[in-house]
């Protein structure tokens, strides 16, 4: 038996940049997919379906706003036969680039199975046994379902199901106010069903700023849906109006969407023979580097977190690149992690908000700066929004944009906290009239603003100017 120089497990993004980069650099790696296609959730379940999706329901909402544009506003024909079809068009434009082909013209052997650990060295697949110097635990993660009595019985949908859909249900019930939840509620309700957005904590997006969160929730109830926050499920069933969910009261809808968690996919990997250690709901344990209790095991992605991001998965997989091919001891730095909920505004985030800030005992200062106030915007007819951007010693420790475009906004701020620089440079730097961006610029120029135009500056330059 030949052992492999690298065994990879899990075809989702960690796993394909893995392979791809070890194979074109000659080592012996062989990819194991569990399931029929590469690709991962992402791009068959999660981010590509769902921003797709969002974007036909976006052009629904301003087929609706056309008067606000000058032109006749429309009622949208929507078969969501006709949009999921255009759904699966997308996917299938983005597999070309994830078929095994691809990889096995690298010099990779892609195996389709459920792979299982015998030992530390071995795995076993499809009956066959293979031996591997070092090994990459890329599984990814799959939803997880909250124990309410009743659920089980209960054909509901999770963002595995949901574009299956045929026919725009009716009434949708969301169980879960988190990134997919949201996006997933405002994109149907645009479509045409009458959404109740289902949350059992106090707000929406409970990672991000509450002022964030209530920003949020006030945009997605002016559109007509139903965001019931700290509603406690307590129970589910069907009745004869459809589907229940008991709580403080009693919620129907004709479609349930549960939204409200992930599990990583530990299951049937044996890793209790590989002596590595896990936990079923936080994953694989792993250092900075990225390497598992056996060195030779390492993991990344959703399977190991902390970050449930495609982007992370990426980044993470670098890091072990780095540990596992080059030899070359590089840790994970989680300082910059730049995240983004596609709703519509979308929230944009990176590194500290001001609860963090407060519990680090930071001394900071919150900037501001209203959409409202940015040009491009008014054009667009889409004021709603800010950009909040935390400095401390004139340094970006954190920003939350919410607003249009706001995740292609973000990125001038993500580069200057990992350069480390100073707002200065973001305020100095020209920036293209009229864009949205331009409120990165106009943001920080609040902390010279406050500064420059004070009693002081005005007694220096009217004596500067009595001079001849």
């Known amino acids: 038996m030949k052992r492999q120089d690298l065994i990879v497990i899990g075809g989702g993004v960690g796993g394909l940049v893995v392979t791809s980069i070890a194979a074109q650099l000659g080592l012996e790696v062989t990819l194991i997919e569990k399931t029929s296609r590469l690709g991962g959730d992402c791009l068959h379940f999660g981010c590509v379906p769902s921003k797709t999706l969002i974007m036909s329901s976006r052009v629904a909402s301003l087929m609706r706003r056309g008067s606000e544009f000058g032109l006749s506003s429309l009622t949208p024909d929507v078969n969501l036969g006709r949009v999921m079809s255009h759904v699966a068009d997308v996917i299938a434009d983005i597999q070309q680039h994830d078929s095994p082909e691809r990889f096995?013209?690298?010099?990779?052997?892609?195996?389709?199975?459920?792979?299982?650990?015998?030992?530390?060295?071995?795995?076993?697949?499809?009956?066959?046994?293979?031996?591997?110097?070092?090994?990459?635990?890329?599984?990814?993660?799959?939803p997880d379902a909250p124990p309410i009595e009743g659920l089980s019985d209960i054909d509901y949908l999770t963002n595995k199901t949901v574009f299956d859909l045929q026919s725009l249900p009716r009434r949708l019930l969301v169980l879960g106010g988190g990134p997919i939840g949201v996006e997933l509620g405002q994109a149907f309700a645009r479509l045409g069903s009458k959404v109740s957005l289902i949350e059992a904590g106090e707000r929406l997006l409970d990672k991000e700023d509450p002022d964030v969160s209530e920003a949020l929730t006030g945009f997605l109830r002016a559109e007509g849906i139903d965001v019931r926050l700290?509603?406690?499920?307590?129970?589910?069933?069907?009745?004869?109006?459809?589907?229940?969910?008991?709580?403080?009261?009693?919620?129907?809808?004709?479609?349930?969407?549960?939204?409200?968690?992930?599990?990583?996919?530990?299951?049937?990997?044996?890793?209790?023979?590989?002596?590595?250690?896990?936990?079923?709901?936080?994953?694989?344990?792993?250092?900075?580097?990225?390497?598992?209790s056996q060195k030779h095991i390492f993991a990344c992605g959703d399977v190991c977190g902390p970050f449930p991001f495609t982007h992370m998965a990426e980044y993470q997989a670098g890091i072990v690149l780095s540990n596992a091919v080059f030899r070359w001891p590089k840790k994970a730095d989680y300082s910059v992690v730049p995240w983004v909920t596609y709703s519509d505004p979308e929230v944009a985030r990176v590194g500290k908000n001001e609860i963090q800030a407060k519990e680090a005992g930071i001394d900071y200062q919150a900037l501001r700066f209203d959409f409202a106030d940015i040009d491009r915007a008014k054009a667009e007819v889409d004021k709603r929004g800010y950009a909040k951007i935390l400095i401390a010693k004139k340094k970006i420790i954190g920003a939350t944009i919410i607003g249009p475009h706001a995740g292609e906004i973000l990125p001038e701020v993500v580069l200057a906290m990992q350069a480390g620089v100073k707002i200065g440079k973001i305020s100095s730097a020209i920036h293209v009239y009229p864009t949205l961006a331009e409120i990165n610029r106009r943001t920080v120029n609040k902390h010279y603003s406050e500064k420059l135009f004070n009693p002081w500056t005005r007694r220096l330059v009217r004596f500067i100017n009595m001079l001849p």
């Not at 015998?118 to 799959?142: C, M, Q, W, Y």
Request: neutral net charge.
């Open 230 to 292: 700290g509603f406690k499920v307590g129970s589910a069933a069907r009745d004869s109006d459809g589907i229940a969910l008991h709580g403080q009261t009693t919620l129907h809808g004709d479609t349930l969407l549960v939204a409200a968690g992930r599990r990583p996919h530990l299951e049937g990997l044996g890793l209790d023979a590989a002596g590595v250690v896990y936990n079923d709901r936080k994953g694989i344990a792993v250092d900075e580097r990225q390497r598992s």
């Open 104 to 142: 096995e013209s690298y010099g990779a052997r892609v195996i389709f199975g459920a792979p299982r650990f015998i030992d530390p060295h071995r795995v076993e697949v499809n009956g066959e046994t293979l031996s591997g110097k070092r090994f990459v635990i890329a599984t990814g993660s799959g």
